[in-house]
Nanobody
């Protein structure tokens, strides 16, 4: 089992920055890919960013490329999402997710590929 706890959400004006954190406990390690998803009100959950178990490979949704950066600190079992140049359309509940993957596999981008989920942290961006 993997437990994930997100933090760092909040309210920010457009153009501002936030850093989300995800603390992982339980079964962790280099075979566990980590990702951030988000779900806006009335919309489906969507992939935001993901990283491989070692952090060597990353993937981003087109809508956040160049503005968001995912990183992980394996020693601390932490994953971060640095969000810059925030836009009102980034407003959503952000979830941390984890998946046990084969070593060397691509970063998973589908929500059905992730086995473990946190409770989410709300990000609100005002115009």
């Amino acid at each position: 089992q993997v437990q994930l706890v997100e933090s760092g959400g909040g309210w920010v004006q457009a153009g501002g920055s936030l850093r989300l954190s995800c603390a992982a406990s339980g079964r962790t390690g280099s075979r566990y890919h980590m990702a951030w998803f988000r779900q806006a009100a009335g919309k489906e959950r969507e992939f935001v960013a993901g990283t491989s178990g070692t952090g060597g490979n990353t993937a981003y949704a087109d809508s956040v490329k160049g503005r968001f950066t995912i990183s992980r600190d394996s020693a601390k079992n932490m994953v971060y999402l640095q969000m810059n140049s925030l836009k009102p359309e980034d407003t959503a509940l952000y979830y941390c997710a984890s998946a046990l993957r084969t070593v060397g596999s691509r970063v998973a981008t589908g929500s059905n590929e992730y086995n473990y989920w946190g409770q989410g942290t709300q990000v609100t961006v005002s115009s």
